[in-house]
C-alpha cells in the first residue's frame, strides 16, 4: 500500500510536470500545488480547507457524446466524481465513483495521465444532516470511455438524472462550471 506522503509526492510530481491548457488551468495549478504543500491530511474530508476530488469526462467510442449527471448539490449537469476519502489513487477514484454514480459497470480508462484539473468553491451546504462549511475542491479529471448503448442506474441519493449530450449541446447549458467543461471539450473533442 502506497503511503499518502509519496501518494501526496506523486500527485506534485505529476502536477509540477502538468502542461496547463490555458490562464485558468495556469493559476488553478498554481493553487493545486500550494495547497498540496502545505497541507495534511490532503486525501481525506478531514481537512476543513479543502478535499480532493476526481472526476471523469466520459466519452462514448466516437467521442461525440459525453455522458453528465445532474447533481442534487449543485442543481445542474457536471462530469461525474467525487471525493478521494483516503484513496490515493485518484484514477481509481474517478472510475469508481463514475461507476457508482452512473450505474454503468463498463466503464475504462482511456488514459492515467491528468485529463483536467481544477478548483472549485463549495458553498456551505447540508449533507446527511450536518453542515458541511465552505470549502474548495481541488479536483482532477480522467478521460473515461463507455458504450453509450448501456443500461445507466443513476445513484439517486446524489443524483437526479444522467444523460448522453452531443458535444454542441453541452455548450448550449447554462451552469455555472460551463468554463471547465468548455475547456475540456477544446482537449478532447
Not at 478531514?46 to 478535499?51: I, K, R, S
Not at 450536518?130 to 478521460?143: A, E, G, N, Q, S
Request: glycine share 2%; proline share 3%.
Amino acid at each position: 500500500m502506497v503511503s499518502t506522503e509519496s501518494a501526496k509526492i506523486d500527485l506534485l510530481n505529476e502536477l509540477k510536470s502538468y502542461e496547463p491548457f490555458d490562464n485558468t488551468e495556469k493559476i488553478e495549478l498554481v493553487r493545486f500545488i500550494n495547497f498540496l504543500e502545505n497541507n495534511k491530511n490532503v486525501y481525506s474530508r478531514n481537512n476543513l480547507v479543502a478535499h480532493l476530488t476526481s472526476s471523469s469526462w466520459i466519452v462514448n467510442k466516437n467521442k461525440d457524446k459525453v455522458f453528465l449527471i445532474h447533481h442534487n448539490i449543485y442543481n445542474c449537469w457536471a462530469p461525474l466524481g467525487g471525493h478521494a476519502d483516503d484513496d490515493t489513487n485518484l484514477s481509481h477514484v474517478a472510475m469508481k465513483e463514475s461507476q457508482e454514480e452512473s450505474g454503468m459497470e463498463n466503464i475504462k480508462l482511456l488514459d492515467k495521465k491528468i485529463l483536467d484539473i481544477s478548483v472549485m468553491s463549495v458553498p456551505e451546504h447540508v449533507k446527511n444532516g450536518k453542515i458541511v462549511p465552505l470549502h474548495f475542491h481541488f479536483d482532477v479529471r480522467y478521460l473515461l470511455e463507455a458504450d453509450e448503448k448501456q443500461e445507466s442506474k443513476i445513484a439517486e441519493r446524489e443524483v437526479s438524472a444522467g444523460k448522453w449530450f452531443n458535444v454542441d449541446e453541452i455548450k448550449e447549458l447554462n451552469i455555472d462550471i460551463m468554463p471547465i467543461l468548455k475547456r475540456v471539450i477544446q482537449k478532447v473533442h
